[in-house]
């Protein structure tokens, strides 16, 4: 490996912010370069300021302890993996936390959702479970030669014609089946201890505890009465302040009710369950703040070998490339459709920003990211209405990259699983309940076999399966359709 070290804390800072400024610097929008118009005439200042606007416009919070809140939707899918590929691959921490915090930043103030950063589950699971086989220049050749794949595919339009082409009961199918498999394995990290570092269960969980059963039941039973079953409208109604003062006299005690009712649902449910875990982090640990050290980890350039790309390819990025494609392009693109209408996430622009994160992170050793239609689910249930949701997200990531770096994981290996579980759970069951919109018996039969085969072998295999059925049903019902006539 090659190392790039500074002899002060605010040495190894700089080479961060230039190398972030270097591989991040806004390009313009394929759209102005193929098809240019007369806006390409307009003066640089009110281009600049009209990108400035949008930027702070997607940025502004709908509600700060909403925004707040929704940010803490996807952590239950990313600290069990980062803290996984930590332990077992001595994967550096600091440097994925920075990268992944300007991933979150940059993509808040591209597309005004929370679109989530996610780690490439697939890669992840193959690492965890390969042994010393495959390790991190494996892990990043994967990530570059997935991102490699998305970014063609994105830049040459393909990507828009393959979501053009796919049918909306196999794209429900595939969340479907995420957000179950999301919600299966959170019933795991509750019932069960988990070796992270083996990937493995390691006995039944003990009902008290810091770490314990019950604790991770209050914390649900806490969401369910705060968030309910992920209501639009959360607490502070207009309607409830009519009803209020129509109250005066003789209906004190409802309007008390009513009052106590928006002040319980206006909680930052999964914010404050969050900081619980800490907390009690703290708690099984006391010496664990003493043991992390201060200052960002190294930058290094990893060193990647011809087998270790040959390995990479075909172990990791092979595997993980339908669920790229299906999941973290097309699912969530479509999610973000039914989510936020008005905002335009284009699956060619997505395509694009998951490949361009990889292509430069992976490099220096961060972790293989993508977008995902469970964090997104799971920002959006507990919050999440605006990119400011994931900057904020983002910035706490950049803080304790530059300040504790891979100490961190010190800390994360102390938080209460169960915790984590009740986040991970909630989240899948937000992504699954995006599905109810299937309009027939047909449409819900395609789905559902997509997704059950998906559970059962892969999100590909389940993929070409929903395919095939669609399509035979389709000639199904032309058949009957032309006899009839």
Known sequence: MIYFESPCLFGKTRCYIVILILFFWPIPSMESQFHPTMENSEPASSIASATLQKVLNN??????????NGAMGDLGTYIPIVLALTLAKDLNLGTTLIFTAVYNILTGALYGVPMPVQPMKSIAAV????????????????????????????????????????????????????????????????????????????????????????LALV?????????GAGEENRGGSGDDDDDDDGDNGGGGRRGRLRRLRRIITSLPSAFIVFLLGVVLAILRRPNVVKEMKVGPSTIQI???????????????????????VLNSVIAVCKLSSDLFPAKNCSVTSVSVTVGLMNLVGCWFGAMPCCHGAGGLAGQYKFGGRSGGSVAILGAAKLVLGLVVGSSLAKLLNQFPVGVLGVLLLFAGLELAMACRDMASKEESFVMLLCAAVSLGSSAAIGFVCGIVVYLLLRLRSKDQSSSVA
Request: charged share 15%; hydrophobic share 45%; with cysteine.
């Open 59 to 68: 940025l502004a919070f709908r509600s700060k302890w909403s925004e707040v």
């Open 127 to 214: 690492a965890i479970s390969s042994g010393s086989s495959f390790g991190i220049p494996e892990i990043m050749a994967a990530g570059i030669c997935t991102s490699g794949v998305l970014f063609l595919l994105g830049v040459t339009g393909l990507m828009e014609m393959v979501y053009r082409l796919i049918p909306l009961p196999v794209v429900r199918g595939v969340q479907l089946s995420q957000g179950l498999s999301f919600a299966m394995t959170a019933v795991k990290y509750i019932k069960k201890e988990q070796n992270f570092s083996e990937g493995k269960s390691s006995g039944e969980r003990h009902w008290v505890g810091l770490d314990g059963l019950l």
């Open 219 to 227: 914390c649900a039973g806490f969401i369910v009465v705060v968030n």
């Open 302 to 324: 990893v060193k990647i070998s011809k087998h270790a790309w040959k390995e990479g390819f075909i172990n990791g990025a092979i595997p993980q490339l339908p669920l790229s």
